[in-house]
């Protein structure tokens, strides 16, 4: 990106451990990122001409880098986010380079022409394929959460079908998406084919008018935003938006699991994940046993700035409006009749932290039951049985996961079979993020679209309809002009000989 394209002000991305400067970055107007769009629109069609191989080995290539350069990745990953080191590693890095493998492999067979004979009685003998093209240029929104995960995540599978790809990072944390772009260019992909366009929410806005397909992961109030953006130009995208996933423990469940996957899935990246668990529902009769097993496992979490490998389970708040948000959210609840079992505070002194905390006496008048928190709390609700806990999971505006342990899989899958929820993972959570074979996606205003699976990879292209007649066919059908009263009847005729059964 040259350095005219830099429209002020530019941005300082600051460490939410220590709120030291890392670094600034550029934020560009409407007219930078339309020459970036420009530029993407060149370079296109020679790297689709590259086919599936091509791209996939540029792709492989950075899958390589990625593990070569693990310690830079995840150190840039962590400055800017304040995560823990194995966040880093596992969840962004692991991620992402599962993803390049997936997709390099995958790709082709998931956007194959497909072609097949009709059958349908009137068409009979038409041959079809059905193709995909990449649509041109991709527009990536991505949030601050997983910098990498998320915005370079659903890069992967736009740039393996043959687009360019235009990326929006979170204001909060571009430095992962630059070292991205400096890591492709290195690995061989074209110049123009990715850039990264920084800035806040305005060049995020600047890029859903330039661009042939908009995925955008972020909150719902944004996404809503991004939508109606995209409806003025009838661009179409898909949404990734926030989540509130429970999760269901019954009688009969593995406690000692069921207590652990709580704790990590609740707390992983300082509870900063769209599927990370933002509430409990146990039944009664097992409440006590858990929440005793949760609140030990909680008060054991320790928390401040990551200094490497194994130095704290809880990182930092990236954004210092979440971190307002997530105390708003336990003071409405203490206001509304809850307890603070463990935790409960933002931590004193330097950086953005708040303690692992676990809310009882929960209910849904409170908003730390019914909006996400994003942050490092867990409420748990005893419940009289699985009936109240589905109704419980599907009173909510959002519905992106939930997680169910039961006496027995089947029983678990029952229950999953009930909620109003894009995925269900039984005796373990959230976990369907990292199989991506799958479609991920949010029901209810938790997103529109998928992620992964055919279909997360289809929605980067238009499909196009061949049908080919037979060459020597008759040089009139009975259905063409001029319409006659012989050929009214046979059409009936055709018609209740085919269908009137
Ligand atoms: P935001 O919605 O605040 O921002 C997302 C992105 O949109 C950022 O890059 C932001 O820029 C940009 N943006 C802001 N305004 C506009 C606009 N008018 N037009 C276009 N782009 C705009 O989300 P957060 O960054 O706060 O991320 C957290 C949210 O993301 C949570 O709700 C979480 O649940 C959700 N999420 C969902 C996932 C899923 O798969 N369903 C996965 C991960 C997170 P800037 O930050 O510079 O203002």
């Not at 990536?140 to 393996?160: Q, R, T």
């Not at 074209?190 to 972020?218: C, K, N, R, S, W």
């Not at 179409?236 to 423990?249: H, N, S, T």
């Amino acid at each position: 990106m040259a350095p005219s394209e830099a429209v002020a002000p530019a941005i300082e991305v600051r460490s939410p451990a220590d709120g030291r400067l890392i670094a600034t970055v550029p934020s560009l107007d409407a007219t930078a990122v339309a020459a970036l769009a420009a530029r993407g629109r060149e370079a296109q069609p020679a790297w689709a001409g590259l086919g599936f191989e091509g791209r996939a080995k540029v792709l492989s290539a950075m899958q390589r880098w990625l593990l070569e350069n693990a310690e830079r990745v995840i150190e840039t990953i962590a400055s800017e986010t304040g995560k823990t080191y194995e966040d880093a590693q596992l969840l962004e890095l692991g991620y992402t380079v599962s993803a390049l493998s997936f997709w390099s492999r995958r790709a082709a067979g998931y956007l194959a022409d497909r072609r097949s004979v009709v059958r349908a009685p009137l068409l009979a003998g038409r041959r079809v394929i059905t193709r995909h093209s990449p649509r041109g240029l991709v527009g990536v929104i991505g949030p601050w959460n997983y910098p990498l995960l998320n915005s370079f995540g659903d890069a992967i599978p736009a740039l393996m079908a043959g687009n360019s790809v235009l990326l929006k990072p979170s204001e909060l944390t571009p430095l992962t998406s630059l070292l991205v772009a400096e890591a492709l260019r290195e690995c061989g992909l074209p110049e123009g084919v990715f850039a990264v366009a920084t800035g806040a929410g305005e060049t995020g806005a600047a890029l859903i008018a330039v661009v042939d397909f908009v995925m955008f992961t972020g909150s719902t109030a944004t996404g809503r935003r991004v939508a109606a953006a995209a409806a003025a130009s009838l661009t179409p995208f898909a949404l990734e938006l926030g989540g509130k996933d429970a999760l269901i423990v019954l009688e009969g469940a593995p406690l000692e699991r069921a207590a652990n996957v709580a704790a990590y899935y609740g707390m992983i990246n300082a509870g900063q994940s769209c599927v990370s668990i933002e509430r409990v529902y146990a039944q009664a009769s097992i409440y006590d046993e858990l929440l005793e097993k949760i609140v030990a496992k909680v008060t054991a979490l320790r928390v401040g700035a990551p200094a490497g490998p194994a130095s704290v389970e809880v990182g930092a708040i990236t954004s210092a409006a979440q971190l307002e948000l997530i105390e708003a959210h336990i003071a409405d609840a203490l206001a509304k009749g809850a307890r603070v079992a463990v935790g409960g505070h933002r931590r004193p002194g330097e950086g953005r932290f708040f303690e692992p905390t676990v809310l009882v006496d929960v209910d849904h008048g409170m908003r730390c039951m019914m909006e996400e928190t994003f942050g490092p709390t867990l409420p748990v609700m005893a419940v009289a049985d699985a009936d109240e806990a589905v109704a419980l999971v599907n009173d909510s505006p959002l519905g992106l996961g939930a997680a169910v342990f039961a006496a027995d899989s089947e029983r678990g899958e029952a229950i999953a079979r009930r909620l109003d929820v894009g995925a269900v993972c039984v005796n373990d959570a959230a976990v369907n993020y990292f199989v991506l074979q799958a479609p991920m996606g949010g029901h209810k205003q938790s997103g529109i679209g998928v992620r992964h699976g055919a279909e997360g990879i289809r929605k980067y292209c238009s499909s196009q309809t061949i049908v080919i007649s037979p060459r020597l066919m008759l040089r009139r059908e009975p259905q063409f002009y001029p319409y006659t009263r012989g050929s009214a009847k046979l059409v009936r005729r055709l018609l209740n000989t085919l269908y009137r059964r």
